[in-house]
């Protein structure tokens, strides 16, 4: 399939890149049009898709109906972050009734604009990659699947590409237009989820630093790096302005206290003494109600609240329970198949992992796996965790190869870091969709294994 001369960079690959890329659009649009033929909005919206669209909905009429002011032109809902509630109303406002699969199949746009994104990254870090990249990028089943629900991270996997592609393009070669790429990634990122808010001066840091290691920092270097962090301020002074003049909060978001408190927390609980998850949800709900009294309708004061009660709960639960459910999670997050996210496939009669029985983890998996009391369910799900385990080794004899170039380890180091970063991020709440900021890294190993995989069979003949 692919040539010597495609695989060893000369001469233009253009025209096959751009085959790749309308084929990687035809794949989304046909899966989310026949999900939506075949069973409605159900077929493109999932769990927290319900409590989303009324959110953007809202936004919509009041953008719609010229009530919007001040502060609010940025989003009226501080639940969801500005930029996904302008792709909403957009939605809403255009298309009406029919805003979810408009907006489902604009992110198959987005996703395809990824997939051209990871291509580039290849291209910086391994040119022989960049053409199995793309590939495997457009067949990815995580990409192909969460690009067909109404939820936030297609959008924020986008704007992670791009930072990634101008971060690795400014660990080359310092440029403003890289360090550009980084602002708007940074930014755009935030303005879909908060979760990129502690990870975007790290990141800057990370850059300034490496440039001193390599004794490469000069003032043009450290504007560069600064306007990056300008723009990436200036979207989180926004939200929080916003915040600010509505609800007396300097916070980015109001969900980091019920997220504590309705997931991390009973998660922890269950890694150290198996109790269910909705045992300890629904305790932690009532531990808040009987502390603080009835809810308030300030967001970010409840968000408080949650996170008071949460975080003396983790206190009791030790670091042992907290480090386990981590690393349970995380593995989970990097060994599940997407696949069990398509809504033919989850919506299968069947107990659900976090109301799965077992003593212990390890347990719980090996029930979930093997004991399911819906035969199909488990054999798609069997086949998928096998085909993940075929597309870790390749992507680890990529990593191999990146590393033995030698030119590529502090870009690897922001591979590793990213990828870090987002496990713990995500911590024990397990699901293949909270791996989708680190597919375009997974695409390039996949591409540079397949690549160096090529090459030596090559000589081998």
Excluded at 58 to 73: D, E, I, Q, S, V
């Amino acid at each position: 399939m692919l040539s010597d001369r495609s695989l060893n960079r000369s001469g233009s690959d253009a025209p096959l890149v751009a085959k790749i890329i309308i084929f990687a659009l035809t794949i989304r649009w046909i899966y989310c049009l026949a999900l939506y033929g075949l069973m409605g909005n159900t077929g493109i919206t999932g769990v927290d898709s319900g409590s989303l669209l009324p959110l953007g909905e809202n936004f919509a009429k009041a953008l719609l109906n010229g009530t919007l002011h001040g502060w609010n032109w940025i989003g009226t809902e501080p639940l969801i972050m500005p930029l996904f509630a302008w792709l909403v109303a957009i939605n809403v406002a255009i298309f009406g009734k029919f805003a979810v699969l408009s907006y489902v199949l604009s992110q198959g746009v987005l996703d395809t604009a990824t997939c051209f994104l990871i291509y580039r990254i290849a291209r910086e870090v391994y040119p022989a990659a960049a053409i199995p990249a793309v590939i495997a990028a457009a067949i990815n089943p995580t990409q192909i699947v969460m690009s067909g629900f109404f939820y936030t991270d297609t959008p924020f996997a986008s704007f992670a590409a791009l930072f990634l592609l101008g971060s690795a393009s400014w660990l080359k070669v310092p440029t403003w237009r890289a360090a550009l790429l980084i602002g708007i990634g940074l930014g755009g990122g935030l303005l879909v989820r908060p979760v990129m808010a502690p990870w975007a001066p790290a990141l800057l840091a990370f850059l300034l630093v490496t440039a001193a290691l390599r004794r490469r920092l000069t003032l043009q270097c450290a504007g560069q790096i600064a306007m990056a962090g300008l723009l990436f301020a200036t979207c989180a002074g926004a939200i929080m302005m916003r915040n600010a003049t509505n609800y007396g909060s300097w916070s980015l978001t109001p969900q980091s206290g019920m997220h504590l408190s309705r997931w991390i927390v009973p998660l922890v609980r269950e890694a150290k003494d198996s109790t269910p998850w909705a045992v300890t949800a629904e305790k932690t709900e009532q531990l808040t109600a009987e502390r603080f009294g009835p809810v308030t309708e300030n967001p970010f004061v409840q968000s408080q609240r949650y996170r008071a009660v949460a975080m003396d709960e983790l206190a009791r639960l030790g670091f042992a329970p907290l480090a386990k459910a981590w690393a349970t999670g995380a593995a989970i997050n990097l060994a599940a198949p997407s696949i069990i996210l398509s809504p033919p496939v989850s919506q299968l009669p069947r107990t659900g992992f976090y109301a799965t029985r077992g003593e212990t983890a390890i347990e719980k998996i090996e029930n979930f796996l093997f004991r399911s009391d819906n035969v199909i369910y488990s054999w798609i799900l069997l086949a998928g965790i096998a085909g993940v385990a075929i597309a870790r080794l390749l992507q680890l004899v990529g990593a191999y190869a990146l590393l033995k170039t030698g030119a590529n380890i502090w870009i690897m180091l922001l591979f590793a870091g990213w990828c870090t970063y987002i496990l713990l991020a995500n911590g024990p709440i397990a699901s293949p969709k909270y791996r989708l900021p680190i597919e375009p890294l997974l695409m390039v190993l996949t591409g540079a294994g397949f690549a160096a995989s090529f090459n030596r069979r090559r000589r081998a003949v």
